[in-house]
T-cell receptor
């Protein structure tokens, strides 16, 4: 069992839909991350939240909108996605964000597999 | 800038054989190094990490890795492969505090284990 919980596990949506991905952790971690992973590729960092504030945005298109309502929750709001956005979206958390205490390992959820029709 | 090189895309070993997955890094400052494993339809799981201190690091599931600064390497080994080790393995590097650093992953390597 992973300590980072992501819902839903699978999501199919049309290009005009609005949906949200959810991530939850109860390890007391203060840094949370969104990654995008294509098949047979490494994860690509999208966003980093540190103490509920957005600290890194890797030039992600505005059709992806992150939100961190509190220290345990992280959302990714999706709107007007493109077929190339189909991927596995991984959430991770760590005790502190990299750059502050760089040796803190990230704990990953099992991801949401997103398909855009 | 930091980077990770994992040569090859696929390694196949027999059950019971030695597993060796290679990782070389580039970093302008002393790095933190990690190995992650990803089983099908799952997220990434931390196998082991090197931060400071002992250069031989032991991880979960019988894996270990040795940090060799002179060779800028952090190769992952396991003495005896098990069928359950079949998965995707990622080496990753982050720079020590003080830099606005991120976790940079290698491209990954698929490990197959033959009966």
């Amino acid at each position: 069992d992973t300590e980072v919980t992501q819902t839903p596990k699978h999501l199919v949506m049309g290009m005009t839909n609005k949906k949200s991905l959810k991530c939850e952790q109860h390890m007391g971690h203060r840094a949370m991350y969104w990654y995008k992973q294509k098949a047979k590729k490494p994860p690509e960092l999208m966003f980093v939240y540190s103490y509920e504030k957005l600290s890194i945005n890797e030039s992600v298109p505005s059709r992806f909108s992150p939100e961190c309502p509190n220290s345990s929750l992280l959302n990714l709001h999706l709107h007007a996605l493109q077929p190339e956005d189909s991927a596995l979206y991984l959430c991770a958390s760590s005790r502190e964000a990299l750059g502050q205490w760089g040796n803190q390992p990230q704990h990953f959820g099992d991801g949401t597999r997103l398909s855009i029709l | 800038a930091q980077s990770v090189t994992q040569l090859g895309s696929h390694v196949s070993v027999s059950e019971g054989a030695l597993v060796l997955l290679r990782c070389n890094y580039s970093s302008s400052v002393p790095p933190y190094l990690f190995w992650y494993v990803q089983y099908p339809n799952q997220g990434l799981q931390l196998l082991l990490k090197y931060t400071t201190g002992a250069t031989l690091v032991k991880g979960i599931n019988g894996f270990e890795a040795e940090f060799k600064k002179s060779e800028t390497s952090f190769h992952l080994t396991k003495p005896s492969a098990h069928m359950s080790d079949a998965a995707e393995y990622f080496c990753a590097v982050s720079e020590k505090p003080g830099a606005n650093s991120k976790l940079t992953f290698g491209k990954g390597i698929t490990l197959s284990v033959r009966p």
